[in-house]
């Protein structure tokens, strides 16, 4: 039978079907995917109830709560460093297993804090680290599919994306029903516990990983600057006001789309 072309798009329903055929029958794929909802689960459920509980347990401010978001920015300087060592060694998932580690310490850390310094301490020094695992377990698999050329490669790495978004959209859910039902730190260790499970799936075998791990990191900057920006501006312009600037932000990334869509129609 003859191969099937390379060049088929991802819409195709037989190119879903091989790419998740591929997916589930080549180890480190399929455990990545499981791997990448457990992080999106973790962190997505962290992130809203965070402030809570710089807030209520901790007896931060908003604007302190706020400003908590720039220890994000120690995220790019953490993922270039793990992801430079990650291109000379090759060692991408010894490399993925460390960072999620660090992860799980960082968060139950943090869950454990009794005092306000404390989270952004640690979040800034470890848990920077622990973001950096996403990013090699990318470059593991792209070093696979390189090894292996397959018209469906495209195809698998569109899955396993799929499954970090699909943790993020379960995370804040899950991580407001422990939230009410248990506490701010129980769900914190929620989160360390599900950071660490994502070394589970994939077993214990032993100049990508640094463009994964820059690229990752811009949600990571994204994130300090809105929180810095949401905290000082519940304290200038009060808290229901603040939510403008995100309008206004999102409006610009709009109307930045629209204008590179015309250029490249242009060119």
């Known amino acids: ?17 091989s790419a998740l055929r591929l997916t589930l029958a080549v180890p480190l794929y399929r455990g990545a995917t499981i791997a990448m909802f457990l992080s999106g689960l973790g962190f997505s459920a962290a992130a809203p109830q965070i402030a809570r509980f710089l807030v209520n347990d901790l ?7 706020g400003l908590f978001y720039l220890t994000n ?22 490399l993925f297993r460390g960072c999620a580690v660090a992860g799980f310490v960082g968060w139950a850390a943090i869950a454990g804090s009794t005092q306000l310094w404390m989270p952004f301490v640690l979040s800034a020094v470890i848990g920077a680290f622990g973001g950096a695992a996403t990013s ?12 292996h050329p397959s018209p469906n490669n495209d195809g698998v790495v569109a899955i396993v994306r799929m499954a970090l978004t699909a943790g993020w959209v379960v995370g804040p859910v899950t991580g407001s029903f422990l939230a009410a039902h248990t506490s701010l730190r129980t769900m914190l260790l929620a989160t360390a516990i599900a950071t660490l499970a994502q ?38 312009i009060g808290l229901p006001a603040v939510f403008l600037i995100p309008a206004a932000a999102a409006l610009l990334a709009v109307l930045g789309l629209a204008a590179m869509t015309r250029t490249a129609t242009v060119r």
């Open 199 to 236: 070394i589970i799936p994939l077993g214990t075998p032993a100049a990508v990983a640094t463009a994964s791990a820059v690229f990752l990191s811009s949600t990571a900057v994204s994130s300090a600057l809105g929180g810095a920006a949401g905290g000082i501006g519940a304290a200038v």
């Open 59 to 65: 007896g931060g401010s908003l604007t302190a709560a």
């Open 1 to 17: 039978m003859a191969a099937p072309p390379t060049d088929v798009p991802f819409t195709d329903p037989a190119v879903h079907r």
């Open 136 to 147: 090699q377990l990318f470059a593991a698999i792209h070093d696979e599919t390189s090894t």
């Open 73 to 94: 920015l120690t995220a790019p300087v953490a993922g270039y460093l793990i992801g430079a060592r990650s291109d000379r060694t090759g060692g991408r998932l010894g």
